[in-house]
């Protein structure tokens, strides 16, 4: 039997509530819809420390934030991971390749694949401009570009900074925009790979982070859409403190309606796009005549806030930020289904080992869910013998934000105040009650609290002694056995 091929879309900061198949009332993701009718929509994945570091961290090794030493963003920290999902597959005999957005540290670090097209940010590229580096060294889709439209050409001359909720449309030939690069080079690595041998293709799109510059197309169809109003909690005053209203890459700010209808008009432009692009590689699948042999997951690191509670960006506990899509079709998955496990991106190196017929690594604590949407294992429900419970982290504004969630509730822990809070995710989706000061709720508050207490034992930011949570400790965005690995 031949083995099966893999591919792994990646898009980065789209929001798990953001398809249209999913009953999103603006989005339109036709494409995506479609092959989420060739197979399983999970209707409660969260990315566990929601930026692109950690959230990529965890997809490329299958552990935990805590096991992989990113509890938070920090950039330049070295990626010395042994084990890694493509690294486990080259060793399989298969071709691999990425194309795309890596977002590691340093840039050119392959992570087991045999091959890379990088194609790295905005904020990266002019990082290396600003320290003396040569931006063709960390990335290959401006040097590509100079040689679409001359050598002066940069594709951050918009201005429209890569953090920021100010959106204009692409300002160059379609063809040129980061997210056709991706995807056109994604396809000529179908045109051109070793057909004796399976293949896993990574294929990473920096959209729909920011800048918010789809293609014009793209953005003018949202501008006249109506647009429901984000969401305010009552407990919205919580962060305030971290208003920044004249900067347009701030995490907090009460944005005028206009400004938030452009960002929003620029962030699901850029998700079309997306959409239209993966049609454009799934048919190329087709046209190799390898579709029905190989296994397609579509996922993003993490969501985006874009106005809920007057946060934007990513890193919060709350479910715009840490909610994630997760898409996955192929050989013997039944089409058309929605399930409501709790799954995680370190899930997706364990799944996607399962598929290739290797067995995961120890290191590995991520789950694999193949044999339950294939049918062959378990049902959700009490019986299922899958986790119960996820607990999620990052450090934001000086402290770990703690979460935990079973779908249903969610817990969130603040650790430099002590500060929590809880919301009924069944009546309250959109988090806009806070019920940990509500009476009736303290037995279910204590129960939390004990649960993240048990989490957090043994910890080395001591934030517990094994009874009861202890606030105030000084935290860090990469834990001691990483940094400590740096400087060996």
Known sequence: ????????????????????????????????????????????????????????????????????????????????????????????????????????????????????????????????????????????????????????????????????????P?????????????????????????????????????????????????FEQYLDREMPDPPVGDWVELFARHAKPADPTAWVADVDA??????????????????????????????????????ICFISDHGEMMGDH???RKG?????????PLLFAGPGVPGGSVRDELVELRDIMPTLLECAGVDPPASVEGESFLGRVRGEVGVSGEDSQWRGDLHGEHVMFGESQQWLTDGRSKYVWFSGS???????????????????????SADTLAWWRARLVAELDGREEGFTDGRRLIPGRPVRACLAHVTDHRQE
């Open 1 to 168: 039997m031949t083995a099966p091929n893999i591919l792994l879309l990646m898009a980065d900061q789209w929001r798990g509530d953001c398809l249209s198949v999913a009953g999103h009332p603006v989005v339109h993701t036709p494409f995506l819809d479609q092959l989420a009718s060739r197979g399983v929509r999970f209707s409660r994945a969260y990315s566990a420390s929601p930026t692109c570091i950690p959230a990529r961290a965890s997809l490329h090794t299958g552990m935990t934030p805590a096991s992989h030493g990113r509890v938070g963003y920090q950039d330049y920290v070295p990626w010395d991971y042994d084990v890694t999902l493509a690294g486990e597959l080259t060793r399989a005999g298969y071709q691999t390749q990425a194309v795309g957005k890596m977002h590691v540290y340093p840039e050119r670090s392959q992570l087991g694949f045999q091959n890379v097209i990088l194609h790295s940010p905005t904020g990266i590229v002019r990082m290396a401009r600003q320290q003396g580096r040569d931006p063709g060294l960390v990335d290959d889709y401006l040097p590509w570009l100079r040689q679409q439209l001359g050598r002066d050409a940069t594709f951050f001359d918009h201005g429209i900074d890569s953090n920021s909720y100010v959106a204009r």
């Open 170 to 218: 692409w300002d160059k030939p379609e063809h040129t925009h980061p997210t056709t690069f991706v995807a056109t080079q994604a396809a000529d690595f179908l045109r051109r790979r070793d057909p004796r041998k399976p293949f896993f293709l990574f294929a990473s799109f920096n959209a729909p982070h920011p800048p918010y510059d789809p293609p014009g197309w793209a």
């Open 258 to 295: 206009a400004t938030l209808r452009r960002a929003r008009a620029g962030y699901y432009g850029h998700m079309t796009h997306v959409d239209h692009q993966i049609a454009y590689l799934l048919a190329e699948l087709e046209h190799h005549g390898v579709r029905e042999n190989t296994y």
């Open 310 to 312: 007057h946060l934007y």
């Open 316 to 324: 919060f506990p709350y479910e715009g930020s840490a909610r994630i």
């Open 418 to 440: 002590g500060h929590e809070q809880l919301f009924d995710l069944v009546a309250d989706p959109e988090e806009t009650r806070d019920l940990a000061r509500d009476p009736s």
